[in-house]
């Protein structure tokens, strides 16, 4: 989550707006992505989809301890 949040952050900062700098933006999205993969792959094996995670999960029927975020997490609990 920490890390999606990120990486639109950025991506919002730097492309969305226009402005003289907008050509560096991908220099800039890169280097977030490239930080949020760092930092997530203790955590998540540097995955910042979830089905990327999930899909081989499901596939091999072999489901780490933290299957249970990517199940939980995308509820509604409004």
Do not use: Q
């Amino acid at each position: 989550m920490f890390m999606i949040a990120e990486l639109v952050f950025v991506v919002f900062m730097l492309a969305a707006e226009k402005h003289k700098a907008t050509f560096l933006a991908p220099l800039g999205i890169g280097i977030a992505l490239f930080m949020a993969e760092m930092a997530g792959v203790y955590y998540t094996g540097g995955n910042l989809n979830p089905v990327r995670s999930l899909g081989p999960d499901l596939v091999l029927h072999t489901f780490d301890t933290y299957v249970w975020i990517y199940c939980i997490l995308p509820l509604d609990l409004n």
